[in-house]
C-alpha cells in the first residue's frame, strides 16, 4: 500500500483487530511521501478536518505494517525526524530498483561524435509547487 491518504488505514484496524480474513495478511507501506507532510511543505493548515485525522491516519499506517520501504535515505529520514513521532523500521529500497550485480557493469561511454557545450542545460521535470522546491530553484538560478 501507498503512504498517501491512510489508504491501509482500515485494512491494517481489520487485521489488528483480528478480523478473517486479515488475520494472516501480511502488509508492505510504501513510502513516497504523506500527503500532509507535503501539505505542511506547502504551507497549509494541517489542524483543519479532515487533513488533521488523515495525518494519523497515514502514521498508523506506518506503525502498524508489516514492512515499511522508502525510495531514498533522504525520504527515510525525513519520515522519522519530521512525520512520524514513534520510530518505525524502515529499508532503503531505491527506485527504480537496480539489481546490485549490474551496478558494477561499466556504461557505455556516450557517443564519440556528441557535441560539447559550454553551457550547461537545466530541465526541472516535477509538479511545480512550493514543497517541490521551485521556488528555491528559480532563487538559486538568479545568484546563478
Not at 42 to 48: A, G, H, L, T
Not at 80 to 97: C, H, R
Request: glycine share 4%; net charge negative.
Amino acid at each position: 500500500m501507498c503512504d498517501g491518504f491512510g489508504l491501509g488505514y482500515f485494512t491494517l484496524q481489520r487485521k489488528l483487530c483480528l478480523e478473517a480474513p486479515f488475520t494472516d495478511l501480511k502488509v508492505l507501506v510504501t513510502a513516497h511521501t504523506p500527503v500532509t507532510m507535503i501539505d505542511e511543505w506547502d504551507k497549509k493548515n494541517i489542524y483543519e478536518l479532515p487533513t488533521y485525522f488523515t495525518k494519523y491516519m497515514e502514521q498508523f499506517c506506518f506503525q502498524a505494517a508489516d514492512k515499511v520501504i522508502s525510495p531514498s535515505a533522504f525520504l527515510k529520514k525525513k519520515l522519522l525526524t519530521e512525520f512520524l513521532e514513534k520510530d518505525v523500521p524502515i529499508d532503503v529500497v531505491p527506485n527504480p530498483y537496480e539489481n546490485p550485480s549490474t551496478s558494477l557493469v561499466p556504461k557505455k561511454e556516450a557517443s564519440d561524435n556528441a557535441q560539447v557545450h559550454d553551457i550547461p542545460d537545466y530541465a526541472i521535470a516535477s509538479r511545480v509547487c512550493y514543497w517541490k522546491g521551485i521556488e528555491h530553484a528559480l532563487a538559486g538560478f538568479d545568484l546563478y
